[in-house]
């Protein structure tokens, strides 16, 4: 079967997805049958990273192993990894001296700055000891092109995109968030490969749907319907963390279908944004961004969209996750959650739709906040 592949900058084509390495961390063996159902069903890239733990050692083992079998995607594996901002020279040297010789190889087709998440790691990177380290390492020839992953804001991935520094980009890309849609495409249509991180978990845990969404997406699965979604837009590959090769089944059934969506695919996700629209009344933040800035940094328009996926498709598990790790993950996340607001309301004028923000920033914290329910090891 002829496997579809998109352009990702100036380096080689990519599959329609991509096995990102995070979860298949357990042991050899199993990365091994996670990268051999990739294999089988059409994949070519792999993304990982040093702070994967030793997904990259379990990677180059896997590697080595299905080349011995004559098991290698046409023109090779693609593999891309990353290198965290702020490091200088030396160091940088010998983390990506590590990533070769964790991975077997000696040149990496794509280095990712992994989280420029900050206006100082851009700075690193283009003009700074990480502009440095990325030229050395291309006059040795040990990595092809240059990218970058973030989780910042569209300001600073938009200064990133016209550095003209990165030939690729890793952003959270989702169905039931359109935010960064517009970057994406205007990257793509520059030349810049674009690699939609975590469109699944991240997306809303998509691989374990609430009920109401489930319903809200029928007869279509809400997984596929935000993978078609972002196929169709002309993303160049969607990042799967598969943990079992059963996790790699809707890549093997998606791999060719490339093309623009079907009337279904159209009007499933016009239902999806009636309904929402339907629970939400003339609560439903627009996402506009006008109530910036708030005095007290509240990041009120990512709070209220959570209370959006909340009340407009029951996505509890999801939204609970996310708001309860505001302040627990540095420049990754949000750092002040709802209690901050002091209901100063100096963010009411500005709002088009006239929302009483202070009371549904209220509202959101009481329905999102919780302890944890249990340890990991429980």
């Known amino acids: 079967m002829k496997n579809i592949r998109r352009p990702f900058g100036n380096g080689p084509k990519v599959s329609l997805f991509t096995l990102g390495t995070m979860r298949a961390i357990s042991s050899e063996e199993q990365m091994y049958k996670v990268l051999k159902a990739s294999f089988a069903a059409g994949i070519n890239h792999v993304e990982t990273a040093p702070a994967y733990g030793p997904a990259e050692n379990f990677l180059g083992k896997a590697l080595n192993r299905l080349k011995s079998e004559g098991l290698e995607p046409k023109g090779g594996w693609v593999i891309t990894s990353k290198l965290i901002p702020g490091l200088d020279l030396i160091e940088g040297k010998q983390k990506l001296r590590g990533i070769l010789s964790r991975l077997g190889i000696k040149k990496i087709d794509n280095l990712a700055v992994h989280g420029i998440n900050l206006s100082e790691h851009l700075d690193w990177a283009i003009k700074g000891k990480g502009a440095d380290l990325l030229r050395w390492a291309q006059d040795e020839d040990l990595i092809g092109q240059v990218g970058f992953s973030s989780h910042g804001s569209l300001a600073i991935i938009n200064e990133a995109l016209e550095s003209e520094r990165f030939q690729f980009c890793s952003l959270h890309l989702h169905l039931l968030d359109q935010e960064r849609i517009p970057l994406a495409t205007n990257a793509i249509s520059k ?13 809303g845990h998509l691989q374990s749907p609430s009920q109401t969404l489930i319903k809200d997406c029928s007869p279509l699965k809400p997984l596929e319907l935000a993978y078609r979604f972002l196929i169709a837009k002309g993303i160049s590959t969607l990042t799967l963390g598969a943990f079992k090769p059963e996790d790699l089944t809707i890549a093997q059934r998606l791999r060719n279908n490339a093309g623009p969506l079907c009337k279904l695919e159209e009007e499933t996700i016009e239902k999806l944004r009636r309904v929402r629209e339907y629970r939400l009344g003339t609560t439903a933040c627009g996402q506009c961004k006008k109530c910036l800035p708030c005095t007290k940094q ?34 990754w996340w949000e750092s002040v959650n709802a209690t901050a607001c002091e209901q100063c309301k100096d963010c009411l004028p500005r709002c088009p739709h006239h929302l009483k923000i202070p009371e549904l920033l209220k509202e959101t914290h009481e329905l999102l906040a919780c302890s944890p329910q249990r340890r990991l090891w429980d």
């Open 191 to 203: 030349g810049i490969g674009v690699m939609a991180i975590s469109p699944a978990d991240k997306g």
């Open 298 to 331: 509240v990041p009120i328009p990512s709070l209220l969209r959570l209370r959006n996926l909340l009340i407009g498709h029951d996505l509890e598990e999801f939204t609970k996750e996310r708001y309860n790790l505001i302040g627990k993950a540095g420049h």
